[in-house]
Each structure stands twice: as C-alpha cells, then as structure tokens.
C-alpha cells in the first residue's frame, strides 16, 4: 500500500494533469490517513477521560489505579524537583545504546552465518536454544560479571534483541531470490558484490521489521536490568514506587515509557520510509 502511495504521489508530480479519478483515489487515501490518525487520538484521549471519571466516581480505587490528574501532578513534582528528564534520560540511553548495538552485531553476526554455510550449520541449534532460554534468567548472572551499573543493564537488553536480530536477518538473506543471486555470480560477481548489491537491499523489509521488534525488546530488558540494578530510571522509580505504595509514581513512569517507546517505534518508520522512498 505504501508503495502505491509514493507511486501515486511521484506521479502526480511529473504529471500536473491528473484525470479527476485520480484526484479522488488521492483524496480518498489522504483522508483515510486523516481519519485514521483522529480516531487514534480519540481512542486515546477517552481512554484517560473515562479513567479519571471512574476514578474520580470512585468506580475504582485511585490510590490503586491512579489518575490523569494525579499522574499530571507527579509529573510537574518530578520536573519541579528536577529529576522528570534525568530519569527519563537515563532509561532513553541504555535503552537506544542496546537497541542499536542489538542490531548493529545482530546484523554482522547475520552476515558471518550466511557467509559461512558451515558455520550456519554448526550454530543454528544453539541459536535456536538461545532463542528460546529466558534471558531474564541472567540477570543476576551479568551483574555478577559485570558489576551493578549502566553496563550490565545495556548487556541485559542486548542479549534481548540479539538472538532475534540475528535469526530475521539471517532468515531474510536465506529468502532472497536465488535467480538474482544467480545472476550476479553469472556476471563474475564476488560473494561481497552479492552481499552489497543484492541481500542488503532485498533484506531492507526484514531488518526494519527486526528494529521494529527490538524496540519493544529494548525497553523489555532495559526496564527488567533497573528493576534487577539500577539507582536510576524509569524502572528504579516503578520500583521504588511500588516498594513505598507511591502507585501514582508507578503510574506515571509507566506512561512515560509507552511515550518514549512509541517515540522510538515512529523513529523506525521514518527510517523505513526513507528507505522506501530512496529506492523507489
């Protein structure tokens, strides 16, 4: 569909007579675009209406579930106190050093295995079973190695994301055409030329849809690493929140969170949509 799109709108510009049919099939796409994006809005901003009305009915109880306007409170205390963006900093880092790092060696260990179809073989099994071994389990395991701080936490989210990084690559490579493969090497093509000139823009769907699914698990193992560590952040406040019976602080930083993962998440669509249109 996003293909049809930039088609449609390339074409609209080298062609300033459009015929009215054309006209209306954009018209209807952009309004389709519009409507969609107000009822996300709506959905959203009658999701909190109708929390602080119950909560406010005292349909439930907001020392448990909290409030909009109880979260809003904390959120201008935290930032009066000058500790909102310190906190929110502090997460955003370790979660955007794993998350790149995840994909970065996720990637280049895709690449040695499609390089080495020995090496593929032999690994694939512990690939498989590390793919499945709950890392949270080695929590504990890395802070021991590595020491209570930033560093176990950024190992923490990058044993996350890596192991599924490196299977959707490597599974998008193994996918490829092979006529184009063929083609290539028919021409004289070294198994670099191969890599550069076909995989890696064949493989530009698979390896955004793998930074899409590292954003979530970026955050999943930046939150599990402060829970387990840290002195700071998002998931030492949603700690100690809980540990205290602060529940509106809970409440807060886990909003915090969806923004700044949906920040990240729109960031991979953007990226996604430059690479569509540059090699449209």
Known sequence: MSKQKYDHSSHMAQNPEISQEHKDYLHRVRMEKISVKVIQILIFGIAFFLWELCANA???DPFI????SRVLATMLNLYQDGMLFY???ITCLEAFVGFVLGTIVGTIIAIMLWWS???????EPYLVVLNSLPKIALG???IVWIGAGPAAIIVMTLAISLIV????????????DQEKIKLVRTFGGTKLQVLTKVLLPASYP???SALKINVGLSWVGVIVGEFLVSKAGLGYLI?????????DLVMTSVIILGIAATVMYQGVVCLEKVLVKNKL
């Open 65 to 68: 579930t909290s409030q909009p």
């Open 140 to 142: 504990p395991v890395f």
């Open 206 to 208: 698979t390896i955004i």
């Open 117 to 123: 179809e020995f090496l593929c073989k032999v690994l």
């Open 165 to 176: 990084t490196v299977l959707e690559v490597l599974n998008g490579f193994l996918t490829t």
């Open 58 to 60: 005292k349909i439930v």
């Open 87 to 89: 906190h929110i900093g």
């Open 239 to 247: 700690v100690y929140g809980g540990q205290v019976f602060k529940l």
